[in-house]
């Protein structure tokens, strides 16, 4: 009955790869995000979707590309993996763009390139 | 991009003392949030404040959403072991023309408590 889950929780690859995160909710929610936790556990969000279109891109490098097939899944692929691309990735949903008391956090994929 | 500055960085208490952490922002958000991490688990929210002096309770939790919409404390009363972890602050900012610009989050206070 996991709300948001996230496959794989670990993921442990060598630079250069290319490498996808999945993620799903159960929640019926409109809204999806990818968030970048760093070793120094400060949370940064890098996309967001609103019925499967884009409305947030940060500054992310755009060897970061998200897809969302529907509005129940979000996977984030990266390529030409990087050292400093080593961190927690955390998917999150929410009912709606504008109300942040909702968003519901996956239990995280911690990445590591070697 | 705003920030928010979030403070203490950590803190070592005896259990069943009380816990203050705060943050302050230079520019105004919308929302503010508290969340807490536990280790190896996503954040979890545990109040949201939408008005600027709301004072909100959850438990032994209480919340503060500061006057200028600036800033926002956090307080935890009788501490107990469960309650170690990382606290996150977050602020939301709604953007014109709806949607939001996505949450901004403090660095977090790491919770520690003696028993």
């Known amino acids: 009955d996991t709300a948001v889950s996230q496959t794989p929780k670990y993921l442990v690859t060598q630079m250069g790869n290319d490498k996808s995160i999945k993620c799903e909710q159960n929640?019926?929610?409109?809204?999806m995000y990818w968030y970048k936790q760093d070793s120094k556990k400060f949370l940064k969000i890098m996309f967001s979707?609103?019925?499967?279109?884009?409305?947030i891109n940060e500054t992310v490098p755009n060897r970061f590309s998200p897809k969302s097939p529907d509005k129940a899944h979000l996977n984030l692929h990266i390529n030409s993996l990087e050292l400093g691309d080593s961190a927690v990735y955390f998917c999150?949903?929410?009912?709606?763009?504008?109300?942040?008391?909702?968003?519901?956090f996956g239990p995280g994929t911690r990445l590591l390139v070697l | 991009g705003q920030q928010l500055n979030q403070s203490p960085q950590s803190m070592f208490i005896q259990e069943g003392e009380d816990v203050s952490m705060n943050c302050t922002s230079s520019?105004?958000?919308?929302?503010w949030l508290w969340y807490k991490q536990d280790p190896g688990e996503g954040p979890v929210l545990l109040i949201a404040?939408?008005?600027?002096?709301e004072l909100t309770s959850n438990g032994r939790l209480t919340a503060q959403f500061g006057i200028t919409r600036k800033d926002s404390f956090l307080n935890i009363s009788a501490s107990i072991p469960s309650d170690v972890g990382i606290y996150f602050c977050?602020?939301?900012?709604?953007?014109?023309?709806?949607?939001?610009?996505?949450?901004?989050f403090g660095k977090g206070t790491h919770l520690i408590i003696q028993p």
């Open positions: 999150a949903s929410s009912q709606g763009p504008t109300r942040g008391e909702d968003q519901y």
């Open positions: 929640l019926g929610h409109d809204t």
């Open positions: 979707y609103n019925n499967k279109e884009l409305i």
């Open positions: 520019s105004i958000f919308n929302t």
């Open positions: 404040l939408y008005k600027a002096g």
């Open positions: 977050a602020g939301l900012v709604w953007a014109t023309g709806g949607g939001a610009d996505g949450l901004t």
